[in-house]
């Protein structure tokens, strides 16, 4: 639900709705496998100001799937995990986003992050096949990682 521009309070900052985007990730393996979700190309915390220190998530989050945000904090129940600290924790440094499924499209918005000071009132919508083919393929990749020796994780 959306309130229209004429009821929305002049304290409540506009949401900046974008067109439907193409979904996609990365993959940092140095001595460990991470992961950093793509809009178009771009890096989606990029998109937010998250540092980019701060934009990937250790493969250790999604041995289970898509790692929720109440996994890490129950205030976050509802909410999904799009990045955490450089450190590896989710605890600090950790960004999150509501989001809606539709059926065919999903929508990620209200994003928070621990690494900003002002938070990003953008929402994107992507397509529902996009999502769940990127969490299928990192949570896969996640375990074939998981199952390798310390020196093979650690390939330079």
Same mark, same amino acid.
């Given at each position: 639900w959306t309130r229209s521009a004429a009821l929305r309070?002049?304290?409540?900052?506009?949401v900046r709705r974008l067109p439907m985007r193409s979904l996609a990730f990365?993959?940092? !393996?140095?001595c460990g496998l991470s992961f950093e979700w793509? *809009?178009? =190309?771009?890096?989606l915390p990029g998109l937010l100001g998250v540092?980019? !220190?701060?934009?990937?998530?250790?493969?250790?989050?999604? *041995?289970? =799937?898509?790692?929720s945000g109440a996994s890490i904090d129950e205030e976050d129940e509802g909410r999904i995990l799009i990045a955490a600290c450089s450190c590896g924790e989710t605890g600090c440094g950790r960004t999150t986003a509501s989001i809606t499924d539709t059926g065919a499209r999903i929508t990620l918005s209200a994003f928070f992050s621990d690494s900003l000071d002002t938070q990003a009132e953008l929402e994107f919508t992507v397509s529902a096949a996009d999502f769940h083919r990127c969490v299928a393929t990192m949570a896969d990749a996640a375990r074939t990682h998981h199952g390798l020796s310390d020196s093979e994780r650690c390939t330079p």
């Open positions: 309070s002049p304290l409540t900052p506009a990365r993959t940092n !393996a140095s793509l *809009l178009d =190309g771009q890096s540092p980019e !220190a701060d934009r990937y998530m250790p493969y250790s989050l999604w *041995l289970h =799937g898509l790692p």
